[in-house]
C-alpha cells in the first residue's frame, strides 16, 4: 500500500478527483498498468470534462469509457476507450491515427466519483448550481456599482452662485478637465457684476455625497443567499452585521449542514475509491483478481468537525475510561489524536520493552540455597 502511494501520489489524485466530483457532478479514477519505468500500477484522476461513460444500472457499474488523453487546439489528438475486458488506445501524433488494443481481466478499470446521485441524474450534479452562478453574478454587477458609485457619488457635490464660469477655464480660455476641477482644493471665485444684487458676491453651496450603505446591503443580502445555497454560515460571507461562533459548540452549530454534506459525500466516494485501491494492489502484485480477503480494506475518513489537539484527547479519553484495555492497542492511541507515526513509534517501543521483560525472565539466575549447595 504504501507503494502504491508514493508511487502514485495517490492522496493528491484522489483529492483532484474528489474536487473535479464537486465541480462537474462526477470525476472518474481510472487504473492501469504501468509501463517501462513507470509505476507498476497507475491511478489518474479524470474530469468531466475529459472522460465520460456508460453507467450499468443493474451491475451499479461502467459499461465503457471514453478518456481524451491529448488535445490539438480543439481537435482530439489522443484518447483511450475501455471496454469489457479490451483497451483500446488512439494517438495521432503526425496526422495519421494509430490505434493498439489490449486485453485484460479487470472489466471496466474505472470507477465514478459521483456527488449526489440520484436515480434520474446517475451522474450526480454540481456544487456550482445555477443559482450559485446567478447569485455569484449579481454580486459582481453590485461591486461595479460600488465602484461608479465612490468614483462618481462619493464626491460631494458643489453649486456655485454668484460667479462667472472663468473659475472653470485655464489661462488660455480652455476649460479645464472634470478630474482638475472635482480634485481643485483652493479656488478664486471672481464675482459676477451683472449678476442680480442678491447674489453679487460668489457662493458655494455643498450637498453631501451619497451613502454606499445600498450597495453594501445588496452585498450582504447576496451574501446571505450564497450561504444558504452552499450550505456554509454567514460569517464565511462576511461583510456587515455578522460574527464568529464564539464557541466549538456554536461553530459545529453553524456548520451542521455543511457537515451533512462531508459525510454523505465521503460515503458516495468510500466505494468507487475502494475498488480502485485494491485494483491498483491487485495490479501492483500481478494478480488476476482482486483476492477476498481485501474486501475488508476502506478508506479512513477524517472527521469533517473540526477538533484541536485537547478536545480529540479529551474525547478519546473518555472513551477509553469505558474500556481501559483498548488504550494500549493502536486504535486506542489513534483516539487519543496521535498520528499515524507516533502511533507505530509507540507500538514498536512497547514491543521493545516486552521483549526485554521476556528475556529478564528467561535468563534470571536461580537463587542460590543457604547451605552452600548450588545444586
Given at each position: 500500500m504504501q507503494e502504491l502511494?508514493?508511487?502514485?501520489?495517490?492522496?493528491?489524485?484522489?483529492?483532484?478527483?474528489?474536487?473535479?466530483?464537486?465541480?462537474?457532478?462526477?470525476?472518474?479514477?481510472?487504473?492501469?498498468?504501468?509501463?517501462?519505468?513507470?509505476?507498476?500500477?497507475?491511478?489518474?484522476?479524470?474530469?468531466?470534462?475529459?472522460?465520460?461513460?456508460?453507467?450499468?444500472?443493474?451491475?451499479?457499474?461502467?459499461?465503457?469509457?471514453?478518456?481524451?488523453?491529448?488535445?490539438?487546439?480543439?481537435?482530439?489528438?489522443?484518447?483511450?476507450?475501455?471496454?469489457?475486458?479490451?483497451?483500446?488506445?488512439?494517438?495521432?501524433?503526425?496526422?495519421?491515427?494509430?490505434v493498439s488494443r489490449s486485453e485484460h481481466p479487470w472489466h471496466v478499470p474505472a470507477e465514478p466519483l459521483i456527488y449526489k446521485p440520484r436515480s434520474?441524474?446517475?451522474?450526480?450534479?454540481?456544487?456550482?448550481?445555477?443559482?450559485?452562478?446567478?447569485?455569484?453574478?449579481?454580486?459582481?454587477?453590485?461591486?461595479?456599482?460600488?465602484?461608479?458609485?465612490?468614483?462618481?457619488?462619493?464626491?460631494?457635490?458643489?453649486?456655485?452662485?454668484?460667479?462667472?464660469?472663468?473659475?472653470?477655464?485655464?489661462?488660455?480660455?480652455?476649460?479645464?478637465?472634470?478630474w482638475q476641477v472635482v480634485m481643485g482644493r483652493v479656488f478664486g471665485l471672481p464675482d459676477d457684476e451683472d449678476a442680480h444684487e442678491s447674489l453679487a458676491r460668489a457662493d458655494v453651496k455643498q450637498l453631501s455625497a451619497q451613502s454606499p450603505e445600498p450597495h453594501l446591503a445588496d452585498l450582504n443580502a447576496l451574501a446571505k443567499l450564497m450561504a444558504r445555497e452552499t450550505d456554509l454560515p454567514d460569517s464565511d460571507f462576511a461583510l456587515t452585521d455578522m460574527s464568529n461562533p464564539t464557541s466549538a459548540d456554536a461553530y459545529n452549530a453553524s456548520r451542521e449542514n455543511l457537515i451533512a454534506e462531508a459525510e454523505g459525500a465521503s460515503e458516495d466516494w468510500s466505494v468507487p475509491i475502494r475498488r480502485t485501491v485494491t485494483r491498483a494492489l491487485a495490479i501492483q502484485n500481478d494478480l488476476e483478481e482482486v483476492p477476498a480477503s481485501w474486501r475488508g480494506i476502506q478508506p479512513a475518513w477524517r472527521s469533517p468537525i473540526y477538533l484541536s489537539k485537547s478536545q480529540q484527547a479529551d474525547a478519546g479519553a473518555k472513551q477509553l475510561s469505558l474500556v481501559p484495555w483498548l488504550a494500549e492497542t493502536p486504535v486506542g492511541l489513534k483516539m487519543l489524536g496521535l498520528s499515524q507515526q507516533d502511533i507505530d513509534l509507540a507500538m514498536a517501543e512497547k514491543r521493545k520493552q516486552a521483549g526485554r521483560a521476556l528475556v529478564a525472565s528467561i535468563v534470571k539466575p536461580a537463587e542460590v540455597p543457604a547451605d552452600g549447595d548450588s545444586e
Open positions: 502511494e508514493d508511487s502514485n501520489f495517490l492522496l493528491s489524485e484522489l483529492s483532484q478527483g474528489r474536487t473535479d466530483s464537486l465541480i462537474h457532478g462526477t470525476s472518474f479514477l481510472i487504473t492501469t498498468r504501468g509501463l517501462g519505468d513507470e509505476p507498476k500500477a497507475l491511478v489518474h484522476a479524470k474530469d468531466a470534462r475529459n472522460a465520460t461513460g456508460e453507467w450499468n444500472v443493474r451491475k451499479r457499474r461502467l459499461d465503457n469509457l471514453l478518456s481524451i488523453t491529448s488535445r490539438d487546439d480543439d481537435k482530439i489528438t489522443g484518447f483511450v476507450l475501455y471496454l469489457d475486458g479490451v483497451t483500446i488506445t488512439a494517438d495521432r501524433p503526425s496526422g495519421v491515427w494509430e434520474s441524474r446517475r451522474f450526480g450534479r454540481s456544487r456550482i448550481t445555477r443559482a450559485v452562478m446567478s447569485h455569484q453574478m449579481s454580486a459582481l454587477r453590485a461591486l461595479v456599482r460600488l465602484e461608479a458609485h465612490m468614483d462618481i457619488y462619493a464626491i460631494a457635490k458643489l453649486v456655485l452662485l454668484g460667479a462667472n464660469e472663468s473659475v472653470f477655464k485655464n489661462a488660455d480660455g480652455s476649460y479645464k478637465d472634470s
